[in-house]
C-alpha cells in the first residue's frame, strides 16, 4: 500500500507541472481576441503608459494611421476617470464627456464636427477603457481587454472614420 501511495505522490510531482502550463480559459479569450484584432489590422502589444511620472502596464491596442491622415492628425490623450485607481493621476485638463477627462493642457484645436465624432468614438470604447490616446501614426486603445470579440472587430471601423 506504501509503495502505490509512493509512486502515486510522485508521479502527481512529475505530472502537475504540466498543468500550470495550459492556458486559464480567461488567457484563452484573450488570445482569441488578439487574434481577432491582428486579423483586423490592430497591432496589439503589452506595454506601459506613464501617467504623471509612473508607468502602468497595460493592453495595447494600436490602429495605424493612413499616410495621407498622418498629415492632420493631433496628438492627444483622455482617461475614463472611473475605470482609473484614484491615485494614478491629477486631472489636468477639463472635462471632455462624461467621466473623459483631457491628460493635457492645451486641448488640441478641433472644429465642433470632429469633437463629435469623438464623442462618438469614446461612446463604441470598450467598457474598460482606461486611456484613449491620438498620435500622429496611430489611435491607440489602453484597455483591460474585458470586452467582447464584436467591440474588437468594430474598432477599425470608427477608428478610420475619426477626422483627427
Known amino acids: ?3 502505490t501511495l509512493l509512486v502515486v505522490i510522485i508521479f ?7 498543468f500550470w502550463l495550459v492556458p486559464s480559459r480567461r488567457q484563452r479569450y484573450q488570445m482569441h481576441m488578439r487574434k481577432m484584432a491582428l486579423h483586423a489590422g490592430i497591432k496589439v502589444r503589452l506595454e506601459k503608459f506613464e501617467l504623471n511620472g509612473e508607468k502602468h502596464l497595460a493592453v495595447a491596442y494600436r490602429w495605424m494611421r493612413d499616410a495621407d491622415d498622418r498629415k492632420q492628425a493631433r496628438r492627444f490623450r ?6 482609473m485607481e484614484k491615485d494614478q493621476f491629477d486631472v489636468r485638463g477639463d472635462e471632455f464627456i462624461e467621466n473623459w477627462v483631457w491628460l493635457q493642457s492645451p486641448i488640441p484645436e478641433a472644429t465642433e ?6 464623442k462618438e468614438c469614446l461612446l463604441q470604447l ?12 496611430a489611435f491607440t486603445i489602453w484597455w483591460r ?3 467582447t470579440p464584436e467591440e474588437v472587430e468594430a474598432m477599425p471601423e470608427f ?3 475619426l477626422p483627427l
Not at 464636427?113 to 469623438?118: D, K, M, S, T
Not at 470598450?126 to 501614426?137: R, Y
Open 113 to 118: 464636427e470632429q469633437l463629435e465624432a469623438l
Open 12 to 18: 502527481a510531482m512529475v505530472i502537475s507541472p504540466i
Open 78 to 83: 483622455l482617461a475614463h476617470m472611473p475605470r
Open 126 to 137: 470598450p467598457e474598460d477603457t482606461l486611456i484613449f490616446e491620438s498620435g500622429t501614426a
Open 145 to 147: 481587454e474585458r470586452g
Open 1 to 3: 500500500m506504501s509503495t
Open 159 to 161: 477608428l478610420s472614420k
